[in-house]
């Protein structure tokens, strides 16, 4: 999203001289860690949630269930797997479009985009 909505940036820079690996390490460690400082923040609002459910069993779950209360059990096995599967995740969603950084036409984007 961030590539798209900054086009006529790249293409600046791109005229300037600056190289497409400069470029792409740039939008790569930004896209990074806007990924970590979420996961982090999702991370730790989902143990303060757990926490919350096992100290207070506010959910009440319907006759139909063998448990009268919501279940919670965090470990850091399930904390630390979950966060590296969403680095993961989040590696390839901002590696994909940097990608196509290479692809712009600078001329054509600083005369209709600039």
């Known amino acids: 999203m961030q590539i798209t ?4 940036e790249i293409a600046i820079l791109s005229a300037m001289g600056m190289n497409h690996t400069a ?9 990074m860690i806007i990924s ?3 996961s982090v923040s999702g991370i730790c609002a989902a143990i303060c949630a ?5 100290k207070y069993p506010f959910i009440q779950l319907p ?7 919501l279940p919670v059990h965090m470990t850091w096995q399930i904390i630390v797997s979950v966060f590296s599967v969403v680095l993961f995740f989040s590696f390839f969603a901002t590696w994909l479009p ?17």
């Open 5 to 8: 909505q900054k086009r006529p």
């Open 23 to 31: 470029i792409s390490t740039i939008f790569f460690y930004i896209g």
């Open 36 to 38: 970590i400082c979420a």
């Open 50 to 54: 757990s926490w919350l459910l096992e």
């Open 63 to 69: 006759d139909a269930y063998y448990v009268t209360s």
């Open 98 to 114: 940097i990608r196509r950084i290479k692809t712009i036409n600078v001329s054509q984007v600083l005369r209709f985009e600039g």
